[in-house]
């Protein structure tokens, strides 16, 4: 069974940068694809960037334009760049099988962007 270790995150200024990584003790290529999720304080753990094996990605509106999710299979991990850092991103991160987390939830990683 695949298990993840989400890291990267911190506090950060609105408008600045954090680049969140996930390290799979498996091999992820045997999963079509990947995704990056977050939690926010009282909601609902939303998708927030996907990656397909082939390379097709797909972003929520809210991330459109400021993240990149990336992907190293011979390494087994997984990236998250994060620009433009709005107050609203402030969540834990983690990352998971999209579109349906197939592997246990790791820890996750918590951004905070606050001035």
């Known amino acids: 069974q695949v298990r993840v270790v989400e890291s990267g995150g911190g506090l950060v200024q609105p408008g600045g940068s954090l680049r969140l990584s996930c390290a799979a003790s498996?091999?992820?290529?045997?999963?079509?694809?990947v995704g990056w999720y977050r939690q926010a304080p009282g909601e609902e753990r939303e998708g927030v960037a996907s990656?397909?094996?082939?390379?097709?990605?797909n972003y929520s509106d809210s991330v459109k334009g400021r993240f990149t999710i990336s992907r190293d299979d011979p390494k087994n991990m997984v990236y998250l760049q994060m620009n433009s850092l709005e107050p609203e991103d402030t969540a834990v991160y983690y990352c998971?099988?999209?579109?349906?987390?197939?592997?246990?939830w790791g820890q996750g990683t918590q951004v905070t962007v606050s001035s």
């Open positions: 998971n099988t999209h579109p349906v987390g197939l592997w246990p």
């Open positions: 990656l397909t094996r082939g390379g097709i990605t």
């Open positions: 498996g091999r992820i290529s045997a999963f079509g694809g």
